[in-house]
C-alpha cells in the first residue's frame, strides 16, 4: 500500500457488509466510473471523512475508488513538481473526483488550502476541467457551509460541475437513518455525475486584482490612551496589505506590534491530534512562535488588526496555518473584549463568503469588529481615510465599551459549541467544558424557571376561550408591552425624553 492511496479491495474484504445493499434502486444502465478521492485531512489514513467515502464505496461496488492524502503529502507536493504532475494525471484519467474534507475553523485546513493554492502556481487546472466533483465533509455543523462554498467555487473556478454535495456530522455514520441518507446522496450524485452533463455553477468567477496600496503618507497620530495594538500579517515587506498594516501603526500612539507571518517560526499545522482538548496545551507546546502570539501577545492587547491579503478565495495558507493554530484554545472565545480590525487587499466586496468567516469567526471569538478597511478604491487617498477612521473608531469603541450585539453568526455558532461540549465533545474537550462552566456559557433554556412557569400558566389560561380572544385581540400590543414600560419609565415629566 503507497502513502497516498489506500487499497479498497483489502478493505472491502475486512468490512462488515451493511444491511439494505441489496436494496438498493437500479441505475438503468449501469456505468462504472473511476473516482479519485482527494482527501484533505491532515490526520490522512485516520481521517474521519475518508470513513463515508469507504462507506459509500461499499453501497456502490460498481464504481473503483482511489484515496489521495492530499492534505498529509503537500510538503512533497510542494517539493517535487513530478509528483503534483502525476497527481494532476490522475485526476485527468479519472471520470471523477470526490473532495473530502473535515472542517477547519471555518474551512479546510491549512494544508489542503495550500493544495489549492499550489494546483494554480502550476498551471495545473486544466486537468480538472470537465470533470464532475462530489464535495463531502464532515464537522459538527459548524460554519461548513462556507468551507464547502470555498471548494465549490474553486472546484467550478477550475471549470469542474459539482454533482453533489454532502455535510457529514462526526457520528452519522453510526445512525441507521444516516446511513440511509448518505446512501441516498451517492446514488443520485454518482448518476448525475455519469450522465456526461455538468451542471452549471453557482458561484460566480473571481475578479482579476492587481492593485498594490502606497500610502500618501502624514497626518497626526490617533492618541489611544495608552492601549496596547496587535497586528498580524501575511503581507511581505514591499506588498500593498503591508503597507496598510503599517501605516495603521503609524496612525495608532499606543504601544504597538506587528507580527509577520512570513517569518513567525511555525513547525508545522494542527495535526488534529485533540491533545489540547484536556488542558488546551498545544502539541507543538513552545517549540515555535505561535503560542506566544494568542496566549502572551494577544491577551495583552486592546485592539487588534488581522492584515490579509486575498489569495484565490480566502487568505493565503500561510495565514491559514497560523488560524488553525487557534485551536490550542480549542473552542473557546480568545478575543473577549478585544476591539478588531480587518485590514485586506483585494476584492473582498466580491467574496461574501470571506465576510462572512471574518465575522463569524470574532462574534464566536467575543471580539467586537469595529472596522473593516479594503484597497477596493484603487485610491491612495480614500485608502489612508479610511485606515485613520478605523483608528479612530477602534480607540473610541474601547473607550467606551462598546460591542454590538451578535448577529446569527454569533448566536448560532455559540449555541451549537455550547450543545456539544455539554454533550458528545465534553470528553476530549475537558478544558472546554470548564471554561463553558466558570464563564456560564452553560445557558440552556430550560434552566429560565420564570420563563417556563410563566409559559405553564399561559398555556393553560389561553385554553379558556374569553382569555383566548382578549389575547388574540391585541397580540400586537402585548408583544411591546414590557418596552414600552421601559420607555415610560424614562421619560421626564414633561413627557420628553
Avoid at 465533509?137 to 471549470?159: C, I, K, N, P, Q
Avoid at 502606497?214 to 492618541?223: H, K, L, N, S
Avoid at 485613520?388 to 455558532?413: K, S
Amino acid at each position: 500500500m503507497g502513502p497516498g492511496l489506500f487499497n479498497f479491495g483489502t478493505f472491502m474484504a475486512h468490512s462488515l457488509d451493511f444491511v439494505g445493499h441489496a436494496l438498493r434502486a437500479p441505475l438503468g444502465k449501469e456505468v462504472t466510473m473511476h473516482i479519485l478521492v482527494l482527501g484533505g485531512s491532515p490526520k490522512g489514513e485516520s481521517s474521519l471523512t475518508l470513513r463515508y467515502v469507504r462507506f459509500l464505496a461499499l453501497k456502490f461496488p460498481e464504481h473503483s475508488f482511489e484515496e489521495l492524502h492530499v492534505a498529509t503529502s503537500i510538503r512533497t507536493l510542494e517539493r517535487d513538481g513530478d509528483a503534483l504532475e502525476a497527481l494532476a494525471a490522475k485526476v485527468q484519467a479519472a471520470d471523477a473526483v470526490i473532495f473530502a474534507f473535515p472542517l477547519y475553523v471555518c474551512l479546510v485546513h491549512a494544508d489542503y488550502k495550500r493544495f489549492f493554492e499550489l494546483v494554480e502556481e502550476r498551471g495545473l487546472m486544466e486537468a480538472f476541467s470537465g470533470k464532475p466533483a462530489l464535495l463531502l465533509s464532515s464537522s459538527v455543523h459548524w460554519f461548513d457551509h462556507t468551507a464547502l462554498e470555498y471548494v465549490r467555487g474553486m472546484a467550478e473556478d477550475w471549470g469542474m460541475g459539482i454533482c453533489g454535495v454532502y455535510s457529514a456530522a462526526m457520528r452519522d455514520l453510526t445512525k441507521a437513518e444516516e446511513r440511509a441518507r448518505i446512501e441516498s446522496f451517492g446514488r443520485i450524485a454518482f448518476k448525475r455525475a455519469a450522465s456526461g452533463e455538468l451542471p452549471h455553477r453557482e458561484t460566480a468567477p473571481r475578479p482579476a486584482w492587481d492593485y498594490a496600496y502606497t500610502p500618501r503618507g502624514g497626518g497626526v497620530p490617533v492618541a489611544s490612551g495608552g492601549l496596547k495594538l496587535l497586528i498580524v500579517t501575511d503581507g511581505a515587506p514591499g506588498s500593498g496589505i503591508r503597507a496598510m498594516a503599517e501605516r495603521f501603526q503609524t496612525l495608532f500612539d499606543g504601544t504597538s506590534e506587528l507580527v509577520d507571518l512570513n517569518v513567525l517560526p511555525m513547525k508545522g499545522g494542527c495535526q488534529g491530534c485533540i491533545r489540547c482538548g484536556l488542558d488546551n496545551q498545544c502539541i507543538y507546546g513552545d517549540s515555535d512562535g505561535v503560542k506566544a502570539v494568542y496566549r502572551e501577545k494577544l491577551r495583552q492587547a486592546d485592539i487588534v488588526v488581522w492584515a490579509y491579503a486575498i489569495r484565490d478565495r480566502y487568505w493565503s495558507a500561510r495565514a491559514k496555518t497560523f488560524i488553525d493554530r487557534r485551536f490550542l484554545d480549542t473552542h473557546q472565545p480568545n478575543a473577549v473584549g478585544k476591539q478588531v480590525v480587518y485590514l485586506v487587499s483585494g476584492p473582498l466586496s466580491d467574496h461574501a463568503n470571506l465576510r462572512q468567516i471574518m465575522v463569524g469567526m470574532e462574534e464566536f471569538g467575543g471580539g467586537h469588529l469595529a472596522a473593516v478597511v479594503t484597497d477596493e478604491s484603487r485610491d491612495a487617498v480614500v485608502i489612508d481615510g479610511a485606515i485613520r477612521g478605523a483608528v479612530e473608531r477602534a480607540v473610541e469603541c474601547h473607550q467606551a465599551g462598546y460591542e454590538a450585539p451578535r448577529t446569527f453568526l454569533g448566536v448560532a455558532g455559540a449555541k451549537i459549541f455550547r450543545d456539544e461540549i455539554w454533550g458528545p465533545l465534553r470528553f476530549p474537550f475537558v478544558g472546554d467544558h470548564r471554561y463553558y462552566k466558570a464563564h456560564g456559557l452553560y445557558d440552556f433554556p430550560q434552566r429560565q424557571w420564570g420563563i417556563r412557569l410563566k409559559n405553564t400558566l399561559l398555556r393553560a389560561l389561553v385554553l379558556l376561550p374569553p382569555v383566548r380572544r382578549a389575547i388574540l385581540a391585541d397580540m400586537k400590543s402585548h408583544m411591546v408591552q414590557p418596552l414600552d414600560g421601559v420607555l415610560a419609565s424614562l421619560r421626564r415629566p414633561d413627557g420628553g425624553s
